[in-house]
């Protein structure tokens, strides 16, 4: 059974920093690319960054600069570490694994929330 665990979200303040974890299971992890996603309410989710077992990484354009994902290939974890943090980073933040060559393994965490006051 596959299991996709989020964690680390939570409140902070215009400028702050959060790190996220996301924990798998029961997936060959390095077969592998790693997400974070997000989604706004009324809005539709979005890529926030990939990586590939290899360490490549893609950023949307918003989180260039300010945000870091990266992985751990032998815990079979993905991070992500956000830095001046923006409200409109406001959302629930979702772990996604796609199968490199089969993409209709996909699979998705319940999603933690990320709040950023002004």
């Known amino acids: 059974q596959v299991q996709v665990v989020e964690s680390g979200g939570g409140l902070v303040q215009a400028g702050g920093s959060l790190r996220l974890s996301c924990a798998v299971s029961g997936i060959t992890f390095y077969m592998y690319v790693m997400g974070w996603y997000r989604q706004a309410p009324g809005k539709q989710r979005e890529l926030v960054a990939t990586?590939?077992?290899?360490?490549?990484?893609i950023y949307a354009d918003f989180a260039k600069g300010r945000f870091t994902i990266s992985r751990d290939n032998a815990k079979n974890t993905v991070d992500l570490q956000m830095n001046s943090l923006k409200p409109e980073d406001t959302a629930g933040y979702y772990c996604n694994a796609i199968h490199e060559l089969n993409p209709t393994r996909n699979y998705w965490g319940q999603g933690t929330q990320v709040t950023v006051s002004s």
């Open positions: 990586i590939r077992s290899g360490g490549d990484t």
